[in-house]
């Protein structure tokens, strides 16, 4: 079993910064990726950025340029450095751990609100 715990959400202006941090409990060994997906009112949820434990990185187009994922293996913590925020990235952002087989599961934290003011 993996735990997620999300924070770092809040309240920021178009153009402004946040950075949401992750940290992962129970099975962490047992992790390989781990990400950030978002889901905007109204919509699916969709993928942010991911990264592995190789450290290979994929990020949605509408989020290349502006915001970095990265990983702190010592505290078990995947980050999420979002700049130039803009009004369309308002969302619940939440964290995702997946383990793979022969164990085999996808965990997700409860999620972050991130709202963007313009």
């Known amino acids: 079993q993996v735990q997620l715990m999300e924070s770092g959400g809040g309240l920021v202006q178009a153009g402004g910064s946040l950075r949401l941090s992750c940290t992962a409990s129970?099975?962490?060994?047992?992790?390989?990726?781990m990400g950030w997906y978002r889901q905007a009112p109204g919509k699916q949820r969709e993928l942010a950025a991911t990264?592995?434990?190789?450290?290979?990185?994929d990020y949605a187009d509408s989020v290349k340029g502006r915001f970095t994922i990265s990983r702190d293996f010592a505290k078990d913590t995947v980050y999420l450095q979002m700049t130039k925020l803009k009004p369309e990235d308002t969302a619940v952002y939440y964290c995702?751990?997946?383990?793979?087989?022969?164990?085999?599961?996808?965990?997700w934290g409860k999620g972050a609100l991130v709202t963007v003011s313009s």
């Open positions: 995702s751990a997946d383990v793979p087989a022969p164990f085999g599961d996808l965990y």
């Open positions: 129970g099975s962490t060994i047992r992790i390989n990726a």
């Open positions: 990264i592995t434990r190789a450290g290979n990185t």
